[in-house]
């Protein structure tokens, strides 16, 4: 029984505790969104307004146990290809039902939006007034259904995954594909790695400028060029790095980045796009709903942290997918490894 697998129960118990914590705090949310009224200071707003804060613990919370699904989901599925005849990584578990890839995307999903969502809390945490208290109500009620699906989703997939079937790894399907693309070493891969650098460099340079003057359209600015980074950055951590770090031309397997042999190098380099997209996100979101005097003046402070640190996770993941392609050419004394 799949259940009885440490990995997956952790997998699970992490998604039960994300989904209820932002369920919890969607009820909160829902009452705030009825009920809340500046103009007005009752016994029962005040009592709202502590309902509140306590919601927002809640969230932050949720979002650090979402986060941690996430890394648990794609280590369930890399200790579990050791029990699934033909995986040799993650890919083939998440190929092994239909639910696999359907579930790891909506858990990236959620990740994502509930760090986001958690960067509006700590700028609404800053913030003296109750400027930001219905929108950030509105976002957990956003995020609380998505939590639910990606529980879902998880669910179906650890449970309907049969560990006796046989199933493909990634080079029987990702290594064919890339070694029989006749235009892979000097069209897509090229172009997109070139797109990658130039998007990667710009979102760095973007958000170390609004972090020195931190303002609504450079905060939207950063957001955008991070929102565009991100698909780039990842499509060249899967053709670029990924082949460089396995010496092997046609192996595009973004999950055997997480293996030991390559030094667990997938894990610092998605963390630090994943970690430089919800900084800026976040911060770009908060200057839009940043309107009052209040909210203003604490978006100031919250956008310097945000995107300096943002600029230094685009700079470490630029590092961090540049490493292998390094590497070889050190020690290949230069050579090429796409002929």
């Known amino acids: 029984m799949n259940l009885l697998e440490p990995w997956v129960l952790l997998r699970l118990i992490a998604g039960v505790v994300a989904a209820a914590l932002f369920g919890r705090g969607a009820v909160t949310s829902f009452r705030v969104l009825r009920h809340f009224d500046l103009a007005h200071a009752s016994e029962g707003q005040l009592a709202l307004e502590r309902q509140a804060q306590l919601s927002a613990t809640f ?39 239909a639910w696999g890839f359907r ?41 609380a259904p998505v939590a639910l699906l990606d529980l879902v989703f998880t669910g179906l997939f650890l449970t309907k995954l049969d560990l006796g079937a046989v199933t493909s790894c990634c080079s029987v399907q990702l290594d064919e594909v890339a070694s029989g693309a006749t235009t892979y070493a000097s069209g897509p891969r090229v172009l997109l790695t ?12 973007v958000a170390y400028l609004a972090s020195r003057r931190p303002g609504a359209p450079l905060a939207a600015l950063a957001g955008d060029c991070s929102l565009v980074a991100l698909p780039l950055a990842v499509g060249a951590a899967v053709l670029e790095t990924a082949p460089h770090a396995f010496e092997i031309p046609q192996h595009v397997c973004p999950f055997c980045l997480l293996r030991a042999d390559v030094l667990f190098v997938g894990y610092p380099l998605f963390g630090a796009i994943l970690l430089a997209v919800v900084w800026a996100l976040g911060a770009a979101l908060g200057g839009v709903l940043a309107r009052g005097k209040s909210a203003r003046d604490a978006f100031a402070a919250f956008a ?9 996770a685009w700079l470490i993941a630029l590092a961090v997918g540049a490493a292998p392609v390094v590497r070889y050419a050190v020690i290949s004394g230069g050579g090429a490894l796409f002929q």
């Open 59 to 97: 969230v932050r919370v949720a979002t650090a146990a979402q986060v941690a699904a996430l890394a648990l989901t794609v280590l369930a599925a890399d200790r579990l290809s050791r029990s699934v005849r033909g995986a040799m990584c993650a890919y083939g578990v998440f190929s092994a039902n």
């Open 304 to 312: 310097r942290s945000r995107f300096r640190w943002g600029a230094v």
């Open 103 to 143: 579930a790891l995307f909506m858990t990236i999903a959620c990740a994502l939006c509930a760090g986001i969502l958690a960067q509006l809390y700590a700028l609404d945490a800053r913030v003296r007034g109750m400027d930001l208290m219905r929108p950030v109500a509105v976002g957990t009620l956003l995020v």
């Open 194 to 205: 070139v797109g990658a650098m130039v998007a990667v460099v710009t979102s760095a340079f």
